[in-house]
């Protein structure tokens, strides 16, 4: 889902529909390893007589669901990057500066998931904040969106696609 996460931004951003292969690649390998995952956490729930080992599983479930809901994410962006190339909706080089501020905060926030050696707890404040600053940059963006509308620097092609991204970039931070 990382992976997926930073080839679609630079899909997006370089209009390489070219790549769109490898994400829907990843994407299948993904949904393949959630289904199973999830059908061996119901095998083994069906065993487990205690609380906590029930929980435990369950948040097991709710990880996979999200990890595929984040490749699911990955996938609407790349997508757009044929709509991009297909209709030649071009961005202004703050709209491009904001999409490359979502993407470094993407990768950071899926690094710090990644990343094994921090602790649980610490970690769940850390990246409670990095999807609070996705929520304040997404809320941002569209009103700097907003604004390039009513300057007529935006187009409505442009807009539309814009916001769409700006849709899944947020979900990718609920997800997370």
Do not use: W
Not at 27 to 54: A, C, M, Q, W
């Amino acid at each position: 889902a990382k992976k997926n996460i930073s080839l679609s931004f630079d899909a997006f951003v370089n209009r390489n529909t070219d790549l769109m292969e490898q994400v829907n690649q990843t994407e299948e390998y993904i949904d393949f390893l959630n289904k199973e995952i999830s059908k061996y956490i119901s095998k083994v729930i069906t065993h487990e007589r205690n609380e906590y080992g029930s929980k435990i599983l369950n948040a097991y479930f709710k990880i996979t669901s999200n990890v595929e809901r984040i490749g699911d994410h990955a996938i609407n962006i790349c997508g757009y990057s044929n709509m991009l190339k297909e209709r030649n909706i071009q961005f202004s080089e703050t709209a491009q500066k904001e999409i490359q501020e979502m993407k470094e905060i993407c990768d950071s926030l899926m690094d710090h998931l990644l990343n094994p050696e921090v602790d649980a707890l610490e970690s769940y404040g850390v990246i409670a904040s990095m999807e609070q600053k996705i929520d304040d940059m997404t809320k941002q963006h569209r009103e700097n969106m907003l604004q390039r509308i009513s300057k007529g620097t935006c187009t409505d092609e442009g807009s539309i696609v814009y916001s769409e991204m700006l849709t899944d970039f947020e979900r990718i931070g609920d997800h997370a």
